[in-house]
């Protein structure tokens, strides 16, 4: 499968899905992985590892953790290179009062949204796609 790196392609085929469970943000300060966690991203920066995994499995390892996030993954597999996609959808909910954290993997786009506004930034996520559509 072809990345797409055309904007108008991009926003059209979203796809947005929600995927089901509470996720959060937390940080291992010593910069190791802690056993028996799974996180879905990590990042690491001087003040440590940052993980963003599911609640329960912060909450079982002991890890402080903040932003009760629901996370989305937008199905459109989108090129690295390609220029306005993360602009246009923070827009989108930006516009809807929605905060967003966005991370890029290889094929898509994730984006970490409160978690008790996760299904309205879909319904958003796919009005812009229909917009786009007919724009």
């Known amino acids: 499968m072809t990345a797409e790196s055309g904007l108008r392609v991009l926003l059209s085929n979203l796809r947005p899905e929600l995927h089901p469970g509470r996720y959060v943000y937390a940080t291992a300060t010593d910069g190791a992985l802690p056993d028996a966690v799974a996180p879905i991203v990590t990042v690491r920066e001087t003040e440590g590892l940052t993980l963003v995994l599911p609640e329960a499995q912060a909450a079982a390892a002991g890890l402080l953790h903040t932003y009760v996030a629901g996370w989305i993954t937008l199905r459109v597999h989108s090129a690295l290179e390609a220029v306005g996609l ?25 984006l970490f949204v409160p978690y008790e506004r996760a299904a309205e930034a879909v319904a958003v996520l796919e009005r812009l796609a229909a917009e786009s559509h007919t724009g």
């Open 86 to 110: 993360t602009a246009a959808v923070s827009l989108a909910l930006t516009d809807a009062g929605i905060s967003c954290n966005v991370v890029a993997g290889f094929h898509h786009d994730h």
